[in-house]
């Protein structure tokens, strides 16, 4: 399964902030859109991640306030990126060295979507079911399976 086909179902809505936006507004956005991350950009180019991690990093720095600060001053300058014909499995295994929640996806420079680790363990947890689906189908349907009920 490759990333492009979980995007095609989940959709590529895509939740931005530039990097000059204020902290409280990237905050304020991420609670109203129920989103655990917004992708900074700056002249159609990604430059950063703000996810929930940095929000509370920030949080913490600040003695329990977002305070003043833009975006620029506490995203993720360097976030792994993916490609939109990656597969899954690659993916999940990226997610988990680098213990990112939030990969967005590339199709060269153009950024088409975020994956989540709920997006991909969805897709997985998806494959799976219908794998087992049909593996039981299959088994209950066999000529030896269906002469044993016979019997």
Do not use: C, W
Request: proline content about 3%; overall charge negative.
């Amino acid at each position: 399964m490759k990333v492009s086909e979980i995007l095609k179902v989940k959709g590529n809505i895509l939740f931005t902030v530039t990097p000059d936006s204020p902290m409280l507004d990237a905050v304020h956005a991420m609670a109203e859109k129920d989103i655990g991350s917004l992708v900074v950009m700056e002249g159609g180019n990604l430059i950063g991640m703000l996810s929930f991690r940095e929000v509370m990093a920030t949080i913490h720095a600040n003695g329990g306030a977002v305070g003043r600060d833009s975006v620029r001053q506490h995203m993720n300058t360097q976030p792994i990126t993916i490609a939109a014909d990656a597969e899954i499995n690659d993916v999940r295994r990226l997610m988990l060295e680098k213990h990112a929640r939030y990969v967005p996806v590339l199709d060269g420079k153009n950024l088409v979507g975020v994956i989540s680790f709920y997006d991909v363990a969805k897709a997985v947890f998806e494959a799976q079911s219908f794998e087992n689906k049909m593996l039981k189908s299959y088994i209950q349907s066999s000529p030896a399976i269906a002469s044993e009920h016979d019997s």
